[in-house]
């Protein structure tokens, strides 16, 4: 070697210690009084109320709110009965209605209305987990859509068309769809591999997550890319499910619509769809999805990069979802994930979640060494008690947390969100306590929360997608194939 190349390399070697070094290195106190900041002092004790009003013996949600002539209204039907079997097929249902024509429209003239009539349409299965519980849960087919109050009768007239009369016979069609679906999922899941082994890891511990593994998770892309593969085989009885399916989830009798908007546009929405929607029958005795077995997973995808989660319950460590935990999460995150995993492990993205059902789930983005990251999430109950040891104020984390956990909201939102309160439980009582236990934090109290969360994740469930040889690093994973 030359003597100018080892001189170069010397160099660069030199360069990566003090970086390593300042990366180590935490802020001055002078550095950190540079950056502008609101005051705990002015965020308000008490939480806003959103607008809402329910009428019509409970089957609407009305938040009126200024929309500049614009109604958004949803219809949740009521989906909690069916089986394990037939979420994916419900999945796809959704997926694919208003892309094929109706018994009276053709598909382009079926675009061509939807452009001119409704500004969204869009239908999902949307599971409602109970507050403060991973175990318990609702399951809707929500149909969400926005309009001009001018257009009201007629975008609602064709919103019903839609989902009463979608016609599935079209073989051709429908394999196309489902193999542009199939291709979506594996973009999704190649790219932004993280929430799905979320929802993957977290499917072990709540049948919540397990409905939503089977609806839009990796199950679902193996459910679509097998249908896909025998499709011939499968069609008829395909068709016969998802007609079958139609005439029994969008009816009257399952329906709890929501209009954020005037008062009298929530009557043109309910008017219209009492005449266009069929009766129907309510649904029958709830169904759980059953959890996953496998609590230590690794999927080879093809990628350079991984994307890992670990995911445990409170309950199951004596814990539980307060607002001590999310300002417990928000200081590992912004602390020990940040610097570990982010800045030293060069991972795109990391965090620490904790949700309303007690659920908290450690995760990573773009991850070249996904063996360090899982060490690294090991040790934030170590990392929670030094913090609680130092007694650093916890002002700026406890701002993030609020602002994460509220924030501002377009009047669709308002009422999106609303409603999600309203399904989950949520009521004004505990968003209150809440935000009072937020506020209220202390230093001291980050010890507890971190040895919850540590037992939490230790007995939890760990999902991580990634190259073969990077998930054999990791020692303890169930390898398996996308």
């Keep these: 070697m030359s003597p100018s190349i080892s001189a170069s390399l010397a160099a660069q070697l030199a360069q990566q210690q003090t970086l390593a070094q300042m990366q180590q290195e935490p802020d001055s106190p002078e550095a950190l009084q540079t950056i502008p900041h609101v005051r705990l002092s002015d965020i308000p004790r008490e939480p806003a109320e959103l607008p809402l009003a329910i009428e019509r013996d409970g089957a ?16 949740y039907f009521a ?17 694919i209605l208003s892309q094929l024509p109706t018994k009276h429209m053709e598909a382009l003239e079926l675009q061509k209305q939807l452009r001119l009539l409704l500004g969204s349409f869009a239908v999902s299965l949307m599971p409602c987990t109970k507050y403060q519980s991973s175990q318990e849960y609702r399951l809707f087919a929500a149909v969400s859509c926005s309009a001009l109050e001018t257009k009201l009768p007629e975008a609602m007239r064709l919103s019903a068309e839609i989902l009463t009369e979608t016609d599935f016979s079209d073989k051709a069609r429908l394999l196309e769809l489902i193999r542009q679906l199939r291709e979506s999922v594996q973009q999704q899941i190649v790219g932004s591999g993280s929430s799905f082994a979320m929802i993957r890891a977290c499917a072990a511990l709540s049948p919540a997550s397990a409905c939503t593994e089977l609806c839009g998770g990796i199950a679902y892309y193996r459910w679509l890319r097998e249908l896909e593969q025998d499709f011939d085989a499968r069609a008829e009885a395909l068709i016969n499910t998802l007609q079958t399916l139609t005439e029994r989830l969008f009816v009257k009798a399952r ?71 999310r300002i417990a999460c928000h200081v590992a995150s912004l602390g020990h994930f940040w610097n570990e995993i982010r800045v030293q492990g060069g991972a795109y993205g990391t965090g620490l979640l904790v949700r309303e059902t007690g659920l908290v789930s450690a995760y990573t983005y773009r991850d070249p060494d996904c063996a360090r990251s899982l060490q690294t999430i090991g040790q934030t109950a170590d990392y929670l008690r030094a913090q609680a040891a130092e007694g650093t104020p916890l002002d700026v984390n406890i701002i993030g947390a ?4 509220e924030p501002l909201l377009s009047p669709r939102l308002q009422g999106a969100v609303s409603d999600t309160r309203l399904l989950k439980r949520i009521t004004q009582t505990s968003r209150r306590q809440l935000r009072h236990e937020m506020l209220d934090t202390r230093p001291e109290d980050l010890a507890g929360c971190g040895e919850k969360i540590g037992a939490a994740l230790e007995a939890g469930a760990v999902c991580v997608l990634g190259p073969r040889e990077q998930l054999e690093a990791c020692g303890n994973l169930d390898l398996q194939t996308l």
């Design 60 to 75: 609407l949600l009305l938040h009126e709110l200024p929309t500049d002539g614009i109604a958004y209204p949803v219809f």
């Design 79 to 95: 989906a909690e009965d069916l089986s394990e079997e037939e979420l994916p097929y419900a999945s796809l249902l959704c997926a």
């Design 255 to 325: 329906l709890l619509c929501s209009v954020t908007g005037t008062k009298k546009a929530a009557e043109t929405v309910t008017g219209t769809l009492d005449v266009e929607l069929p009766t129907g029958q309510p649904a029958g005795p709830a169904q759980k999805a059953r959890c996953l077995q496998a609590k230590h997973e690794g999927i080879v995808i093809p990628s350079d990069v991984s994307f890992a989660a670990a995911c445990g319950d409170l309950h199951d460590a004596e814990g539980e979802y307060c607002g001590q935990m």
């Design 402 to 405: 609020i602002s994460d956990a």
